[in-house]
């Protein structure tokens, strides 16, 4: 690289920050190069840049960090990055989502990791890394003993890939949270998550896995059930956005009685309509003391079913979050939900609806909470990690960052 290459002015401008929080005696230090700051004009780093980059940090005793997020480091920085887990030995968080890093770049950061003994937690999001490159994530867990938390959502990976992941993952023993949103799997109706509930049953380590976009069924969630019966572990279970219905819930309510690990639920963007509202209702209110939080955001749910839920608050002292807005509210639906806040069973910063009085009745406006708000984006009119918008990580803290 020539000595006269012109340096990022948004690198700079985050490496001065960072001297001055050394200054201050500050270690530990995260380096945020976020490359969708709205607050500041951004150049963008590339993959050249991150090569500026890595050589700076090399051998670093402060930052043990690096998020570079929605930025366009590419294959080429990718290969840069490999080079920084070789030779970095303080980092133990790096995000690299949605950087436009593709099946080459996947293949290389996996192979580095193969003798990386430092990183804790890699975000690949966004990255389409595709079947190949999940392929070599995969075996990198079968070498990798340090890595906690991999997030390879929105990846493009195939259905060979997440079976693989299956697989490696009744043997590993060190990684507690993955992430496999959104595979393109073209195959028999929930065949990848067949594998999963296999997976399940065998591994005694995972805290917390993500399955949104997965187009898990009725028939998948019961394997994922059939699995939680014996495993004893898992604690944070992601199935939003996916084709799960009331049918369904007659399983998840039935394994809740028993299982006693299980802590947050996130069933968004399902249909489970009011049946499934009123059998996991039951189930809360009358057997389950664990779940701390549920999530049924969006899921076609009307009063009847909605009222069910808060009853089973009343008299379950566990169950501290719900999340229940885009749902069809009537006026008994606000009501209940409005008393529950006011009596201080729900806390405002654990649901993500507001009451308010217009006439003499009571409506519910919408707040921004919920279990994992700023999952692809962070504000940056507050604290970057709130608790209140992403209560699931705080309620399950695998990894200190988003």
């Given at each position: 690289m020539e000595k006269s290459q012109k340096v990022n002015s948004f690198i700079l401008h985050a490496l001065k920050g960072v001297d001055k929080e050394i200054e201050t005696g500050l270690k530990g230090i995260t380096l945020n190069i976020a490359g969708n700051n709205p607050s500041m004009s951004v150049e963008r780093v590339t993959g050249e840049d991150f090569f500026i980059l890595s050589k700076t940090l090399e051998k670093n005793p402060y930052i043990n960090g690096l998020d570079v997020r929605y930025n366009l480091i590419s294959d080429v920085g990718a290969y840069h990055?490999?080079?920084?887990?070789?030779?970095?030995?303080?980092?133990?968080?790096?995000?690299?989502?949605?950087?436009?890093?593709?099946?080459?770049?996947?293949?290389?950061?996996?192979?580095?990791?193969?003798?990386?003994?430092?990183?804790?937690?890699?975000?690949?999001?966004?990255?389409?890394?595709?079947?190949?490159g999940g392929m070599f994530f995969a075996a990198m867990l079968q070498i990798n003993s340090t890595l906690e938390k991999l997030d390879l959502g929105d990846c493009d990976l195939g259905m060979q890939s997440v079976i693989a992941f299956a697989t490696v993952l009744t043997q590993n023993q060190t990684i507690k949270g993955i992430t496999l949103n959104r595979p393109i799997l073209y195959g028999e109706q929930d065949e990848s998550t067949v594998h999963l509930g296999h997976m399940l049953k065998e591994n005694h380590w995972l805290v917390e896995i993500h399955m949104s976009k997965h187009d898990v069924r009725n028939c998948g969630l019961k394997h994922l059930c059939d699995a939680l019966y014996l495993n004893k572990s898992l604690r944070y279970l992601d199935v939003s956005c996916n084709k799960i219905t009331h049918d369904g819930m007659v399983f998840l309510a039935d394994v809740l009685k028993s299982n006693t690990t299980l802590e947050v639920i996130d069933l968004s963007f399902n249909r489970l309509e009011n049946t499934?509202?009123?059998?996991?209702?039951?189930?809360?209110?009358?057997h389950n003391r664990s779940l701390k939080a549920l999530s049924v955001v969006s899921c076609s749910i009307q009063g009847e079913g909605l009222v069910a839920l808060s009853q089973s608050m009343k008299t379950n002292p566990i169950l501290s979050n719900i999340y229940i807005w885009g749902n069809r509210f009537d006026e008994a639906?606000?009501?209940?939900?409005?008393?529950?806040?006011?009596?201080g069973r729900l806390k405002p910063d654990n649901t993500d609806v507001e009451p308010f009085?217009?006439?003499g009745h009571v409506y519910l406006a919408e707040v921004s909470n919920g279990l994992k708000k700023h999952y692809y984006w962070t504000p940056t009119y507050r604290d970057t990690f709130s608790h209140s918008s992403n209560a699931g990580y705080s309620l399950v803290p695998v990894g200190q960052q988003l």
């Open positions: 990055a490999t080079k920084l887990l070789q030779q970095q030995y303080n980092l133990v968080y790096l995000n690299l989502m949605f950087n436009d890093i593709g099946p080459k770049g996947g293949e290389l950061i996996a192979k580095a990791l193969h003798k990386n003994t430092t990183l804790k937690y890699l975000r690949m999001t966004g990255n389409k890394v595709e079947n190949k499934g509202a009123k059998n996991l209702s039951e189930t809360l209110a009358s639906t606000c009501v209940a939900y409005s008393d529950l806040i006011q009596m009085v217009v006439d």
